[in-house]
C-alpha cells in the first residue's frame, strides 16, 4: 500500500454541495480494493493559473489515500470520464518517499 494525494479540479458551474457525494461514489473504488480515504478536502472555488476547457475557475479538491499503485490508476481513469472534472493529478506525498528510502 502507497499514501497519494490527489487533486481534482471540477467545473465552476457544480453546485459545491454536492461536490463532496459525487466523489464518494468514486472514492469506493478505493475502499473495494483494500484501501482508505484519510481525508476529503473541499477548498471551494478558486481561479485557475491558465484557462482549462475556457474556464479560468475551477472547484479544488484534495484528496489523500492509501491503495495499491493500480488502484491509483482506476480511480484517476474513471475520474477522467466524467464531464465535469476538468483535471486531476495524483502525486505521493514527498514525505512519504523520504521514510521509505
Known amino acids: 500500500m502507497r499514501a497519494y494525494e490527489l487533486m481534482v479540479l471540477i467545473d465552476p458551474e457544480v453546485d459545491e454541495r454536492t461536490v463532496?457525494?459525487?466523489l464518494k461514489k468514486y472514492l469506493e473504488v478505493i475502499t473495494k480494493d483494500g484501501g482508505t480515504?484519510?481525508?476529503?478536502?473541499?477548498w471551494g472555488r478558486r481561479k485557475t493559473a491558465y484557462e482549462i476547457q475556457k474556464k479560468s475557475?475551477?472547484?479544488y479538491?484534495?484528496?489523500n489515500f492509501t491503495s495499491e499503485p493500480a488502484t491509483a490508476q482506476e480511480i484517476d481513469r474513471l475520474l477522467s470520464l466524467n464531464e465535469t472534472i476538468l483535471r486531476t493529478k495524483i502525486i505521493r506525498?514527498?514525505?512519504?518517499?523520504?521514510?521509505?528510502?
Open 20 to 22: 463532496e457525494p459525487t
Open 57 to 59: 475557475e475551477a472547484i
Open 61 to 63: 479538491v484534495v484528496i
Open 93 to 101: 506525498p514527498e514525505e512519504q518517499r523520504v521514510a521509505a528510502e
Open 37 to 42: 480515504v484519510d481525508n476529503v478536502d473541499v
